[in-house]
């Protein structure tokens, strides 16, 4: 994401797709957030290597469309397929450390693997600008696909696993994940999405469009409600999960925190390259404040949780710093100094340290609930850039139609970087001023994010972690799973026994 927050404004002039800023993220985010569960789900029953193998080849997928877009259309279909693979990369990976790692060296593992993920959180913005500067942004994707090539052909090649489990008890396990459930969390999710970012913007609120699609997307969601309940332990959301207290608290947690950090992410960048009109590359400069405190908050959130024995003040403080820090942002314009920026965008950083925290609400969380803390923190991410899309555009619209002598739709067609080529020289102080405060109005939503990690952070469980037992669902969750898959295959052997006896049965003499 850090890689491509810098390069958003250039992709929109190129492609002449400003009011599709939001799609380039939340396209991702959708796609990761609604597969999520499928991939844990299929970690439960199929070997760990060819998940991931499966989603790194899905994620290069998605960077070569991207990369190769001729339409901003194309580029977000790329998104959202590369979105899909990341969600089987990042839960396998999870999965497969602590399958291959022996438990006390765990924690070392996961801090130098967070020590990776720094330098790539570090290193992203300045690869991402010097690319769209000197070769082309098309390039943030395309440097990808033989990375990851590498990558998947290491794991599949040489990781060793377990003993694997006969095919047919795959097959059977897989047998039992619900399909229904998944394939009725995606277009529900999708359509409540689209409406959230295009109502007002793209199409009316009262078009036939967005009616239909809230209609649609209500309705499968409320399928999808009595469809999971029916299901029980087998259903792709157990419902004993969301009586864990830690599990609900931590999820919305997770929900509002990844909210803001994308929003942050993403417009800190495109306000330095629009508003002040710098170049991708000093943007990427601009943006190291941001995601070095971040990187290094995050190591500082946990160690202070394993120091308290709590999450809670963590959680808190996190919620207190967006909230401090997005009224901060909302109120910065053409004339703010360039260190006043840089300081907000170090709080901004700093607000990250409780990322990680919902991961530290129970102890040895299953990976059902592993999967419903990424899912909840994906969809926060997606939902919290349409949402802003859908502010920023529809704000600059009101803000510049009064305006004598502006062609807003030109504006808007043709990408933020040529804002200063398509408006009239004595009316540019101006629009820039609405231009500016139709963007950082977006930094209220990051406000609503703060105020739910406040109120997630004080619900949570006040127990000290080593003594929590209130994790107790997410274990039997898990042996439930375990126990399903072995009653389905019972039962089939049961079924297939039955009816060979009856094909040999004697027929009875008359």
Same mark, same amino acid.
């Given at each position: 994401m850090t890689v491509i927050g810098v390069v958003v404004p250039q992709i929109t002039t190129e492609l002449g797709s400003l009011s599709d800023v939001g799609w380039y993220g939340s396209a991702y985010f959708l796609a990761a957030a609604a597969s999520q569960l499928a991939f844990g789900a299929l970690n439960r029953v199929v070997p760990h290597k060819y998940v991931y193998t499966v989603g790194v080849f899905i994620f290069e997928l998605g960077c070569l469309i991207s990369g190769l877009a001729t339409s901003s259309k194309m580029c977000?279909?790329?998104?959202?397929? #590369? =979105?899909?693979?990341?969600?089987?990369?990042?839960?396998? /990976?999870?999965?497969?450390?602590t399958n291959i790692v022996p438990p006390k060296r765990l *924690?070392?593992?996961?801090?130098?693997?967070?020590?990776?993920?720094?330098?790539?959180?570090?290193?992203?913005?300045?690869?991402?600008?010097?690319?769209?500067t000197n070769v082309?942004?098309?390039?943030?994707?395309?440097?990808?696909?033989?990375?990851?090539?590498?990558?998947?052909?290491?794991?599949?090649?040489?990781?060793? =696993?377990?003993?694997?489990?006969?095919?047919?008890?795959?097959?059977?396990?897989?047998?039992?994940?619900?399909?229904?459930?998944?394939?009725?969390?995606? *277009?529900? /999710?999708? $359509?409540?999405?689209?409406?959230? @970012?295009?109502?007002?913007?793209? !199409?009316?609120?009262?078009?036939?469009?967005?009616?239909?699609?809230?209609? $649609?997307? =209500?309705?499968?969601?409320?399928?999808?409600?009595?469809?999971?309940?029916?299901?029980?332990d087998l259903a792709v959301l157990p419902f004993k999960l969301f009586r864990n207290r830690n599990v609900v608290f931590g999820a919305t947690f997770a929900v509002g925190v990844n909210m803001a950090v994308s929003l942050f992410d993403y417009f800190v960048p495109f306000w330095n390259e629009t508003i002040r009109g710098i170049s991708p590359e000093r943007a990427g400069i601009l943006l190291l404040p941001l995601v070095s405190c971040s990187a290094f908050a995050v190591i500082a959130g946990g160690s202070l949780a394993t120091y308290l024995g709590r999450t809670n003040p963590v959680m808190i403080i996190g919620g207190a710093l967006v909230i401090a820090v997005s009224v901060l942002l909302s109120s910065i314009n053409a004339s703010a100094s360039e260190s006043r920026v840089l300081g907000y965008s170090a709080l901004a950083g700093i607000s990250a340290l409780a990322t990680q925290q919902p991961y530290l609400c129970g102890k040895d969380l299953?990976?059902?609930?592993?999967?419903?803390?990424?899912?909840?923190?994906?969809? =926060?991410?997606?939902?919290?850039?349409?949402?802003?899309?859908?502010? !920023?555009?529809?704000?600059?619209?009101?803000?510049?139609? *009064?305006?004598?002598?502006?062609?807003?739709?030109?504006?808007?067609?043709?990408?933020?970087?040529?804002?200063?080529?398509?408006? *009239?020289?004595?009316?540019?102080? @101006?629009?820039?001023?609405?231009?500016?405060? #139709?963007?950082?109005?977006?930094?209220y939503v990051s406000v609503g994010a703060g105020c739910l990690m406040l109120a997630s952070g004080c619900l949570v469980s006040w127990r000290r972690t080593e003594n929590d037992d209130s994790d107790r669902l997410l274990h039997e969750e898990s042996a439930?799973?375990?126990?399903?898959?072995?009653?389905? @295959?019972?039962?089939?052997?049961? @079924?297939?026994k039955a009816e060979t006896n009856a094909l040999t049965v004697t027929p009875t003499s008359h």
């Amino acid at each position: 994401m850090t890689v491509i927050g810098v390069v958003v404004p250039q992709i929109t002039t190129e492609l002449g797709s400003l009011s599709d800023v939001g799609w380039y993220g939340s396209a991702y985010f959708l796609a990761a957030a609604a597969s999520q569960l499928a991939f844990g789900a299929l970690n439960r029953v199929v070997p760990h290597k060819y998940v991931y193998t499966v989603g790194v080849f899905i994620f290069e997928l998605g960077c070569l469309i991207s990369g190769l877009a001729t339409s901003s259309k194309m580029c977000i279909v790329g998104r959202a397929i #590369s =979105g899909l693979g990341s969600s089987g990369i990042v839960s396998t /990976s999870l999965v497969l450390v602590t399958n291959i790692v022996p438990p006390k060296r765990l *924690p070392f593992m996961i801090g130098a693997l967070g020590s990776l993920e720094l330098v790539g959180q570090i290193t992203g913005p300045l690869i991402g600008g010097g690319f769209a500067t000197n070769v082309s942004w098309r390039w943030c994707f395309l440097i990808n696909v033989p990375l990851g090539v590498v990558a998947g052909l290491t794991v599949f090649l040489l990781l060793r =696993g377990s003993k694997q489990a006969p095919w047919s008890d795959i097959l059977t396990g897989l047998r039992t994940i619900d399909a229904v459930g998944i394939l009725l969390t995606i *277009p529900g /999710s999708a $359509a409540i999405l689209f409406v959230i @970012q295009s109502g007002g913007n793209t !199409f009316a609120w009262d078009s036939p469009t967005i009616i239909g699609l809230a209609v $649609a997307g =209500g309705v499968l969601l409320v399928i999808l409600f009595f469809w999971e309940r029916s299901r029980g332990d087998l259903a792709v959301l157990p419902f004993k999960l969301f009586r864990n207290r830690n599990v609900v608290f931590g999820a919305t947690f997770a929900v509002g925190v990844n909210m803001a950090v994308s929003l942050f992410d993403y417009f800190v960048p495109f306000w330095n390259e629009t508003i002040r009109g710098i170049s991708p590359e000093r943007a990427g400069i601009l943006l190291l404040p941001l995601v070095s405190c971040s990187a290094f908050a995050v190591i500082a959130g946990g160690s202070l949780a394993t120091y308290l024995g709590r999450t809670n003040p963590v959680m808190i403080i996190g919620g207190a710093l967006v909230i401090a820090v997005s009224v901060l942002l909302s109120s910065i314009n053409a004339s703010a100094s360039e260190s006043r920026v840089l300081g907000y965008s170090a709080l901004a950083g700093i607000s990250a340290l409780a990322t990680q925290q919902p991961y530290l609400c129970g102890k040895d969380l299953s990976p059902t609930a592993i999967s419903l803390m990424l899912f909840s923190g994906m969809s =926060g991410s997606a939902v919290g850039l349409a949402m802003a899309q859908a502010i !920023f555009i529809n704000q600059l619209h009101d803000n510049l139609d *009064p305006v004598e002598g502006i062609n807003v739709a030109a504006i808007i067609g043709s990408g933020a970087t040529e804002l200063r080529n398509v408006v *009239p020289t004595d009316k540019l102080e @101006q629009v820039l001023k609405l231009y500016n405060l #139709s963007l950082v109005q977006v930094f209220y939503v990051s406000v609503g994010a703060g105020c739910l990690m406040l109120a997630s952070g004080c619900l949570v469980s006040w127990r000290r972690t080593e003594n929590d037992d209130s994790d107790r669902l997410l274990h039997e969750e898990s042996a439930d799973s375990t126990q399903n898959v072995q009653k389905t @295959q019972e039962n089939e052997k049961n @079924q297939s026994k039955a009816e060979t006896n009856a094909l040999t049965v004697t027929p009875t003499s008359h």
